[in-house]
């Protein structure tokens, strides 16, 4: 099982753990920029997406393409009965909304708002997003604590646009992969920007170890199925 991240941190910064640790993450970070093309899979478009409500794309780095592809992919998934849908890292809940909005399954929202890319004002906006979605569950933990004791049953779609390197990708596809069910889908955001090398890596390397079928790849968003 791949180390989860945030467990790191209960060792002191210079604790042997978390220096040895941290230097393997910044290694591997290093070697993804230099081998940046090499994790790169192939462009997949899906023709006639569906329709995108009305979203306050001030609040969200995802695109409307990006967003149409989810809900593609929550359309392909709505058979699959008795699952939830994740979302790992949530910022103001743009995407959850929009999510939410298009199926009566659970949305479990997952995302501790302690800094790392969340906020006290970040936070707000999600919470006033979240309002009167009676399908949305906020686990305000971090991936890690969430999955831990996991108790919503199969998932059949996750996002994950958390925090964008090679550990924290790689955890949450390992992590959550083992409660999705067959047909499930994964989809990654930010997969295609050398910033954000690690992700891109961890992607492919969970498309190649786990035998994932790609079911689209548009710019910056990678979905796989299981």
Same mark, same amino acid.
């Given at each position: 099982?791949?180390?989860?991240?945030?467990?790191?941190?209960? *060792?002191?910064?210079?604790?042997?753990?978390?220096?040895?640790?941290?230097?393997?993450?910044?290694?591997?970070?290093? =070697?993804?920029?230099?081998?940046?093309?090499?994790?790169?899979?192939? =462009?997949?478009?899906?023709?006639?997406?569906?329709?995108?409500?009305?979203?306050?794309?001030?609040?969200?780095?995802?695109?409307?393409?990006?967003?149409?592809?989810?809900?593609?992919?929550?359309?392909?998934?709505?058979?699959?009965?008795?699952?939830?849908?994740?979302?790992?890292?949530?910022?103001?809940?743009?995407?959850?909304?929009?999510?939410?909005?298009?199926?009566?399954?659970?949305?479990?929202?997952?995302?501790?708002?302690?800094? *790392?890319?969340?906020?006290?004002?970040?936070? =707000?906006?999600?919470?006033?997003?979240?309002?009167?979605?009676?399908?949305?569950?906020?686990?305000?933990?971090?991936?890690?604590?969430?999955?831990?004791?996991?108790? *919503?049953?199969?998932?059949?779609?996750?996002?994950? @646009?958390?925090?964008?390197?090679?550990?924290?990708?790689?955890? @949450?596809?390992?992590?959550?992969?083992?409660?999705?069910?067959?047909?499930?889908?994964?989809?990654?955001?930010?997969?295609?920007?050398?910033?954000?090398?690690?992700?891109?890596?961890?992607?492919? @390397?969970?498309?190649?170890?786990?035998?994932?079928?790609?079911?689209?790849?548009?710019?910056?968003?990678?979905?796989?199925?299981?």
């Amino acid at each position: 099982m791949t180390t989860d991240p945030f467990s790191i941190k209960r *060792y002191s910064k210079l604790h042997p753990i978390r220096l040895a640790f941290n230097a393997r993450a910044r290694l591997i970070e290093q =070697e993804a920029k230099w081998n940046f093309k090499n994790y790169a899979l192939s =462009e997949k478009i899906i023709p006639n997406l569906p329709h995108v409500p009305h979203v306050d794309w001030s609040n969200t780095a995802v695109t409307p393409l990006q967003m149409q592809n989810l809900l593609y992919a929550l359309s392909i998934t709505e058979h699959l009965n008795d699952t939830v849908i994740v979302e790992v890292g949530c910022y103001r809940g743009a995407t959850t909304k929009c999510l939410a909005s298009a199926t009566s399954r659970k949305i479990i929202a997952v995302d501790p708002f302690i800094g *790392y890319g969340g906020s006290d004002k970040d936070y =707000e906006f999600f919470s006033n997003n979240i309002s009167g979605l009676s399908n949305v569950v906020h686990e305000r933990k971090t991936s890690g604590e969430a999955i831990k004791n996991w108790n *919503y049953g199969s998932v059949s779609l996750i996002f994950i @646009d958390a925090l964008h390197d090679y550990v924290n990708t790689a955890f @949450d596809i390992e992590a959550w992969s083992r409660v999705t069910t067959k047909g499930a889908v994964l989809a990654m955001h930010d997969t295609d920007q050398i910033c954000f090398a690690g992700t891109r890596k961890a992607v492919y @390397d969970a498309y190649k170890s786990m035998e994932l079928e790609l079911l689209a790849h548009p710019n910056n968003l990678t979905l796989l199925r299981k």
